[in-house]
């Protein structure tokens, strides 16, 4: 039979889990089922959000090819995402002489070589002239400057191209009947299919798991991944705000927080880069898995990294650092130990495939990683790049350009006194 007639089935309608499906569909795939609790823009995908950056600044040469790649799809006038990019240009920013430091000229030196736009050093006091906004000390910073990042309208974004996949054919199933509990395996240890929440069961001649932080719920993935939230916040700003930081850029602390400039609706969105674990002594001992808030709908977020998160702020825009919150939540990733992306066939299992490691860097690829995906499962995918995203147990840990230490929700029994306005 050939490839192209295969079923394939996808556990995860996130960013991997629809590009993928996008990308077989527009190849000529017939045969291509989506399974995920919820319908599109699956509430539990990382990709779920208001707006997530899209730059092309790496150290890492694949990356900055990537992304220059998908963003030129992002900006397309004519395509799927037209009036979703915005670009606004962003600051990077650590402490002088902090590791964080590394990535950023690692990043400058990438650009240099490709030609591409190249991040430029600019003072505290340049940054308050430039955006009179953020008013803050930004006390030892040191800060760059590159226009050619931007954000993008996350949700919508997969919500369009999710649908963009349905038309060409794909289906999606939702609920419990969508909700995976346990791949299935024939007494070969071939992956045969799912089993769902209500019991059914479903079989293809391809399975792709990409299931994000979730992932290491359904495989044992020997230590590849580690499920992480990430703390966001949400602030309404006032008409008269919105005029005074509709202009400002993206920043991007590594050692201390993101901000994003204020969307249509006048919500500013901030994200912390302290992140957590999940690792459950009753439940899970040894393995972080993610805990979502349609699960736990009193959940707040962690008091130390709000803390953290606020102060920074007020380095920044002193004036928002402690304007309530108009919603919170926490988004779940997988990391792995080398930030490389895990897209690859299972080498134990025959017709088991995964698409995970997003590592809270994969949404700015969603125009194109599904074609890279395609490409894996049609053993096409270039060495050097499938070297890469191997499976790779024992994988070297290297440094994390936002280095801030992990906590577990476990050591923290007083975070969900911290409540979010649902």
């Given at each position: 039979?050939?490839?192209i007639?295969s079923l394939?089935l996808i ?13 077989l569909?527009?190849?000529?795939y017939?045969?291509v ?12 995908a ?9 730059r ?12 220059t790649?998908?963003?030129?799809s ?5 395509g799927m ?6 670009r ?29 736009e ?7 006091e340049d940054?308050r002239?430039?955006w009179?906004?953020?008013c803050?000390e ?7 400057w590159?226009?050619s990042?931007?954000?993008?309208n996350?949700?919508?974004?997969l ?10 054919g794909?289906k999606y199933v939702?609920?419990?009947a ?5 791949l299935?395996?024939?007494d070969?240890?071939r ?8 019991g ?6 391809v399975?792709?798991?990409?299931a ?7 495989i044992?993935?020997?230590g590849?991944l ?5 703390t966001v916040?949400?602030?309404q ?19 201390g ?6 969307q ?13 674990t999940?690792v ?7 393995t ?10 009193t ?8 803390d ?6 007020r380095?920044?825009a002193p ?6 919150w ?9 990391d792995?130990?080398?930030?490389h992306?895990?897209i690859?066939p ?5 017709g088991?495939?995964?698409a ?12 194109a990683i599904?074609n890279y995906?395609?490409?894996?499962l ?5 060495p050097?790049?499938?070297?890469k ?7 070297e ?5 936002h ?14 006194r911290?409540?979010a306005?649902?």
């Amino acid at each position: 039979m050939s490839m192209i007639n295969s079923l394939v089935l996808i556990v995860g309608g996130g960013t991997f889990g629809t590009s993928t499906a996008y990308h077989l569909a527009k190849r000529g795939y017939k045969n291509v089922t989506v399974f995920d609790r919820f319908l599109p823009p699956s509430s539990i995908a990382a990709g779920n959000d208001v707006n997530k950056v899209v730059r092309a600044d790496y150290p890492e040469t694949l990356y900055a090819e990537l992304a220059t790649e998908s963003i030129e799809s992002w900006r397309n006038p004519d395509g799927m995402f037209a009036g979703l990019y915005h670009r606004c240009g962003w600051l990077l920013a650590a402490p002088d002489g902090g590791s964080s430091l590394d990535f950023i000229e690692g990043s400058i030196q990438t650009a240099r070589e490709k030609g591409y736009e190249q991040a430029q050093g600019i003072s505290a006091e340049d940054v308050r002239t430039k955006w009179p906004a953020y008013c803050g000390e930004m006390s030892g910073w040191k800060t760059f400057w590159n226009s050619s990042a931007g954000w993008v309208n996350a949700r919508s974004a997969l919500k369009r191209m999710a649908d963009a996949a349905q038309t060409m054919g794909v289906k999606y199933v939702d609920g419990n009947a969508g909700f995976v509990k346990a791949l299935m395996y024939d007494d070969t240890g071939r992956c045969t299919g799912v089993r769902c929440a209500d019991g059914d069961e479903s079989f293809a001649d391809v399975v792709l798991v990409a299931a994000g932080a979730a992932t290491d719920g359904l495989i044992d993935m020997k230590g590849q991944l580690v499920a992480k939230g990430h703390t966001v916040g949400h602030i309404q700003l006032t008409p008269s705000d919105v005029q005074k930081y509709r202009s400002v850029p993206i920043v991007d602390h590594f050692e201390g927080g993101i901000m994003f400039p204020p969307q249509e609706d006048g919500i500013i969105k901030l994200g912390s880069v302290s992140f957590v674990t999940n690792v459950d002594p009753a439940s899970h001992p040894a393995t972080s898995l993610p805990r979502y808030r349609c699960d736990n709908p009193t959940d707040g977020v962690p008091r130390p990294i709000e803390d953290h998160l606020r102060s920074w702020l007020r380095q920044l825009a002193p004036e928002l650092a402690d304007r309530a919150w108009f919603e919170t939540r926490i988004c779940w990733d997988a990391d792995t130990p080398d930030f490389h992306f895990l897209i690859s066939p299972h080498p134990e299992h025959a017709g088991l495939h995964l698409a995970a490691g997003g590592s809270a860097h994969g949404f700015k690829f969603m125009p194109a990683i599904g074609n890279y995906v395609v490409d894996m499962l049609e053993s096409k995918l270039d060495p050097v790049t499938a070297r890469k995203w191997s499976w790779r147990p024992g994988a070297e840990q290297v440094p994390n350009p936002h280095p801030m230490p992990l906590l577990d929700l476990n050591t923290l029994p007083e975070w969900q006194r911290s409540r979010a306005r649902l």
